[in-house]
T-cell receptor, first 112, second 113 residues
Framework: DAKTTQPNSMESNEEEPVHLPCNHS???????IHWYRQLPSQGPEYVIH???SNVNNRMASLAIAEDRKSSTLILHRATLRDAAVYYC?????????????FGKGTKLSVKP | SAVISQKPSRDICQRGTSLTIQCQVD?????MFWYRQQPGQSLTLIAT?????????ESGFVIDKFPISRPNLTFSTLTVSNMSPEDSSIYLC??????????FGPGTRLTVL
């Protein structure tokens, strides 16, 4: 699986949008971009994933660059509960055994 | 989405002993995974456990140290054998229910003295 690069940490104010970047310059054509987050003292939880087009769900939006070498997870209005480590993961779902390769992620702090 | 529980939630063990961690899912799933998260670190996959076959271990993890059982489609156990302080970690199980999504248990926090 290709590697991703994320900032170690980011800060946001409550109720403001947050843009979490991820670089994946060696992404292959069959790699999906997955985002998970890990709240303190909990297991990771799925946030969103996409292949080429931008994606929206109730938790977040995923903006994928046209060349697919980068993507951005967008939290539209950060809450204190969004403070977590966010992981950007590439996964080749074609024939994959399903394992996720976690990097170090971005630790998001949300200030009231 | 699948709901996953793990037992115990935490434990403190003496070196040289073994601990078996249980993972229970509220639905039948084919693929289950065991991860380790060392203090301050990210998650590392230990093994994939599919029902009806032997677990597949990742590089650096061996069956003698981390034996896994998968007796049915809703349950799995991971044993941490002959423990040392370096085994102090959070151990998490996960399942793949949808083709693209994994659901994680709350983790078992293990401290080895």
């Amino acid at each position: 699986d290709a590697k991703t690069t994320q900032p170690n940490s980011m800060e946001s104010n409550e109720e403001e949008p947050v843009h979490l970047p991820c670089n994946h310059s060696t992404i292959s054509g069959t790699d999906y971009i997955h985002w998970y987050r890990q709240l303190p003292s909990q297991g990771p939880e799925y946030v969103i994933h996409g292949l080429t087009s931008n994606v929206n769900n109730r938790m977040a939006s995923l903006a994928i660059a046209e060349d697919r070498k980068s993507s951005t997870l967008i939290l539209h209005r950060a809450t204190l509960r969004d403070a977590a480590v966010y992981y950007c993961i590439l996964r080749d779902d074609w024939g994959s055994q399903g394992n996720l390769i976690f990097g170090k992620g971005t630790k998001l702090s949300v200030k009231p | 989405s699948a709901v996953i529980s793990q037992k115990p939630s935490r434990d403190i063990c003496q070196r040289g002993t073994s601990l078996t961690i249980q993972c229970q899912v509220d639905s039948q799933v084919t693929m289950m995974f065991w991860y380790r998260q060392q203090p301050g670190q990210s998650l590392t996959l230990i093994a994939t456990a599919n029902q009806g076959s032997e677990a597949t271990y990742e590089s650096g993890f061996v069956i003698d140290k981390f034996p896994i059982s998968r007796p049915n489609l809703t349950f799995s156990t991971l044993t941490v054998s002959n423990m040392s302080p370096e085994d102090s970690s959070i151990y998490l199980c996960s399942v793949e229910e949808d083709p693209d999504t994994q659901y994680f248990g709350p983790g078992t926090r293990l401290t080895v003295l």
